[in-house]
């Protein structure tokens, strides 16, 4: 009988990238990675797929093999790639429920500034006056959701961009650059250095009735624009200083956020040619936002 079952096994965090690999191989519907050791992850490089010491990774099955069959399949996977991780002698079987819907579920409208921030199949009635933004979640962040996100949406919808042109700087879903086209902007460009980010943009552009262009970093464009956003966390935004720097058109406008409120001085100071305007933070995260000088 086909039922979801699911695998639980403990990996060091520079065995997690091969199992997830090794998972999936073994037809894993999906992979879930959790702390098993309660570590914090400090900020990561550009680019880096941060893991905690001591991984716990749940995977998802659906299907009808007997546990037997799959773990025995993995055995071997693991043996081959020499992997050194126990196994379970049986996966755990999991309520009968529908689980994308389950998961769907989890997220619900929510008003973030002059925003009306929905799932695009939500069909609850729109509030008046809010600009309404649709958007699916996916496997690029971005929903909406985390202080941060609701720091940049706060400034967009409380600025005029019609005519405008964006840039999305680490667009993730794309939330922030599909919601400066909501707003009028004539010109919205989303850059990310994961592909499934970009597809994710797309997508969301699309339940807006919006086009934005997306690129991946060796991508970056030589023009300049009216605004440039970027979400993404404070040691890149210092050491992408020069690069935002670069596509900030003089008088144009610079968004900042993923800093936490202790890292705003060190950040901003990257920035010798922004005009900055006072700092707004939300539960321990800091925006910053500025004009680039003339």
């Known amino acids: 009988m086909t039922e979801f079952r699911q695998l639980t096994v403990l990996a060091a965090g520079n065995q997690v990238e091969l199992l997830e690999e090794l998972l999936f191989l073994a037809d894993a519907q999906a992979v879930t990675l959790v702390d098993d050791g309660d570590a914090p992850i400090f900020e990561p490089p550009v680019g880096s797929h941060p893991v905690w010491p001591q991984t716990q990774v749940q995977a998802l099955f659906y299907d009808v093999r007997p546990d037997s069959e799959i773990l025995g399949d993995l055995a071997t996977y693991f043996q081959r790639a020499n992997l050194l991780i126990e196994l379970p002698k049986e996966l755990t079987p999991l309520p009968d429920q529908d689980w994308v819907r389950a998961s769907l579920d989890?997220?619900?409208?929510?008003?973030?500034?002059?925003?009306?921030?929905?799932?695009?199949?939500?069909?609850?009635?729109?509030?008046?006056?809010?600009?309404?933004?649709?958007?699916?979640?996916?496997?690029?962040?971005?929903?909406?959701?985390?202080?941060?996100?609701?720091?940049?949406?706060e400034w967009l919808s409380a600025n005029d961009l019609s005519g405008q042109t964006v840039m999305d700087f680490g667009c993730g879903s794309g939330i922030l650059g599909v919601a400066a086209g909501?707003?009028?902007?004539?010109?919205?460009?989303?850059?990310?250095?994961?592909?499934?980010?970009?597809?994710?943009?797309?997508?969301?552009?699309?339940?807006?009735?919006?086009?934005?262009?997306?690129?991946?970093?060796?991508?970056?464009?030589?023009?300049?624009?009216?605004?440039?956003?970027?979400?993404?966390?404070?040691?890149?935004?210092?050491?992408?200083a020069d690069t935002l720097n670069n596509l900030t058109q003089p008088g144009g406008k610079i968004i900042m956020a993923g800093l936490l409120d202790e890292q705003a001085d060190h950040v901003r100071a990257a920035y010798p040619n922004i005009h900055f305007d006072s700092d707004v933070s939300k539960e321990g995260w800091t925006r910053l936002s500025g004009t680039k000088a003339e």
């Open 106 to 153: 989890q997220f619900q409208p929510i008003k973030i500034g002059g925003f009306w921030v929905k799932p695009s199949w939500n069909e609850d009635p729109i509030p008046p006056n809010l600009t309404v933004l649709n958007l699916d979640p996916g496997l690029a962040f971005g929903t909406g959701m985390h202080p941060t996100t609701q720091l940049c949406l």
């Open 182 to 240: 909501c707003l009028g902007a004539s010109q919205v460009t989303g850059l990310d250095i994961d592909p499934q980010a970009l597809l994710a943009t797309e997508h969301n552009a699309s339940l807006n009735d919006l086009v934005v262009e997306t690129l991946l970093p060796d991508q970056t464009p030589s023009c300049t624009f009216d605004v440039v956003v970027a979400n993404i966390l404070a040691n890149p935004l210092i050491d992408l």
